[in-house]
């Protein structure tokens, strides 16, 4: 079992940066492959990025590719996602979630957080 708090979010203009961070419980964090996901209001839940166990692969959607980053720390049990030059339609709620498995798709994690709002004036 694991448990996600995200925090970080908050009100940012467009071009601005944020930086998420993602705090896990459980000593089994450095196993999962972690994720993260948004979603904006009337649409799905969509990927954002994710990143191996050891941290040593990661994949991004194509629309954030450049401009994010996500990173771990194992030995804080924490995931991060260094968002740069934002957009007004990134206003989302961010979730992080964990899975067994290194996958894109929302239905591969089992475990997530409560979200956290990351608004994108313009």
């Known amino acids: 079992q694991v448990q996600l708090v995200e925090s970080g979010g908050g009100l940012v203009q467009a071009g601005g940066s944020l930086r998420l961070s993602c705090a896990a419980s459980g000593r089994t964090f450095s196993t999962y492959t972690m994720g993260w996901f948004r979603q904006a209001p009337g649409k799905e839940r969509e990927f954002v990025a994710a990143i191996i166990w050891s941290g040593s692969r990661t994949i991004y959607s194509d629309s954030v590719k450049g401009r994010f980053a996500i990173s771990r720390d194992n030995a804080k049990n924490t995931v991060y996602l260094q968002m740069n030059s934002l957009k007004p339609d990134e206003t989302a709620v961010y979730y992080c979630?964990?899975?067994?498995?290194?996958?894109?798709?929302?239905?591969?994690?089992?475990?997530w957080g409560q979200g956290t709002q990351v608004t994108v004036s313009s």
């Open positions: 979630a964990a899975a067994a498995s290194y996958s894109r798709e929302p239905r591969s994690y089992p475990y």
